[in-house]
């Protein structure tokens, strides 16, 4: 039997844009915005008006959650459901409301909220009069919003994320095109990353005169997807590439938040490349001095890449990418559906590396799941029989069960997700639920995996 640790969360995780639907908002995500402006973007024209319901249903979909054994939840705010006027942040009334019965209803229900700030999901108005995250402007009307959520549900949320995954803002907006904008700009990422990292430390500010003021027990912290780089090969130019994309991946968010300081040497790249982030002495220091408590991780798949077959110095536009080339390995396990190599190893690989580089600090696995599309090939007796979920999920526990036992400082695993949800261009291509969701009748019944998984959260661990 493989047991965790004592207090070990059981939880699932998803997030506001992608489970809730717009019903009811007083702003437009460049989600919304983007699908109402071309919805042959997004697979089978499905976009996120109503996503899986849950602003209608999660009266009944908060005790199915507990019926998968669901213990935690990670659940995001909408900034552009919560605030009204994103000027001035006055706040509205509907949507505080909506936040307020979903966290007693989580807590009615013997559910954790963990409740992150931030996901993908930026209100399309501060792109279009402030250039988003390019603005400085907007990293402090984030915080601003930040500490209205500390204000209106800090009473009874005492596990706050400031964003989740800002290294896909990147990717997504500015780097390969799959999330609104579908720009290209190298040297505007760098930037984004700085200014992100910026207002992820202006939020823990607000959260720390906060939590002050209010002699609170609460803890604040960022999630980040983790993603070290293997090199193609022992070769000193594949490791310099395996080393620069885990810099560049990894370490750009991971150094500030849980270390105060960006990589030196990956700084030294940039500024020689010509792209570094504009900066100042004060916002560094703001950086430095608002580090994270806790560490949220998601984990889907490894990295692996090999020296570039260009050279980093030929003429050509910045972009990261110029200086290491994605690398398939052979023979390797792949879930084909999603496109991504499975190796549960990676998992145990990031236990130590916290362990051993980042002060030990309290982390837990906040994302880590299988998406798998037509579902309905494994239905027989009307449930999904969704075994290969099930093996993914044990693999990755072994592997990081196996870093606990090494002593890394792992309290929780999150599965994505709890209920099958929208996922951004993809909809419902594939899905990732431990309850299957019926998108055209709205019904919800737990997958084979649901069950499973609530044996494993009433054990607190499964036979090996």
């Known amino acids: ?26 702003n437009q995500n460049v989600f919304d915005y983007w699908f109402e402006k071309s919805p042959d973007d997004f697979y089978d024209g499905v976009g996120p008006d109503t996503a899986s319901n849950f602003y209608n249903d999660y009266q009944k979909d908060i005790p199915l959650m507990a019926k998968a054994g669901i213990k935690a939840l990670r659940t995001s705010i909408q900034w552009s459901r919560l605030i009204k006027n994103l000027d001035t942040g006055e706040v509205d009334e509907a949507g505080v409301e909506f936040y307020n019965k979903v966290i007693d209803c989580l807590i009615a229900n013997g559910i954790t909220p963990y409740i992150n700030l931030f996901h993908f999901d930026l209100p ?93 027990d609460a803890k604040i912290g960022t999630i980040l997807n983790l993603t070290p780089a293997y090199p193609a090969t022992d070769d000193p130019e594949d490791v310099k590439a395996a080393h620069f994309a885990t810099m560049w991946d990894d370490n750009m968010f991971l150094d500030p938040a849980v270390l105060g300081h960006f990589p030196a040497e990956l700084v030294q790249i940039l500024d020689d490349a010509g792209v570094l982030w504009e900066s100042t ?20 798949h490894p990295e692996r890449v090999q020296r570039p077959s260009v050279s980093p110095e030929s003429l050509q536009d ?43 600090i309290p982390w837990f696995v906040s994302e880590n799941g299988m998406g798998v599309s037509r579902e309905e090939r494994f239905i027989k007796d009307g ?47 594939n899905r990732y639920g431990l309850i299957r969701d019926d998108i055209h009748t709205q019904t919800k019944t737990l997958k084979k995996s649901g069950h499973w998984y609530a044996k494993l959260s009433e054990n607190n661990g499964f036979e090996e």
């Open 383 to 429: 449930v999904v029989q969704d075994d290969y979920r099930i093996k993914f999920i044990h693999d990755h526990l072994v592997q990081l069960h196996k870093g606990i036992e090494a002593g890394s400082n792992c309290h929780g695993y999150f599965v994505w997700t709890a209920i099958d949800c929208w996922s951004w261009k993809n909809a419902y291509r």
């Open 318 to 360: 910045w972009m990261p990418d110029i200086y290491f080339d994605n690398y398939e390995m052979p023979g390797r396990v792949m879930n084909v559906d999603k496109g991504w190599e499975i190796y549960p190893e990676t998992l145990y690989d990031i236990s130590i590396n916290l362990k051993d580089n980042y002060g030990n």
């Open 124 to 216: 399309i108005k501060l792109y279009q009069e402030y250039s988003g995250w390019e603005s400085k402007h907007v990293t402090d009307l984030f915080a601003d919003y930040a500490e209205k959520c500390f204000e209106l549900f800090g009473d009874r949320v005492k596990n706050w994320f400031t964003f989740n995954e800002p290294k896909v803002i990147l990717d997504g907006e500015y780097l390969y095109q799959f999330h609104y904008p579908l720009r290209v700009d190298g040297p505007a990422s760098v930037q984004v990353a700085y200014n992100l990292n910026l207002a992820s430390a202006k939020a823990v500010k607000k959260f720390n005169a906060w939590k002050k003021a209010n002699n609170s």
């Open 1 to 26: 039997m493989l047991t965790f640790p004592k207090d070990f969360a059981w939880g699932a995780a998803t997030s506001g844009p992608q489970s809730e639907g717009n019903f009811h908002k007083p």
């Open 281 to 300: 002495p004060e916002e560094l220091k703001l950086i430095e001095d608002n580090t994270v408590d806790v560490l949220g991780v998601n984990f889907y």
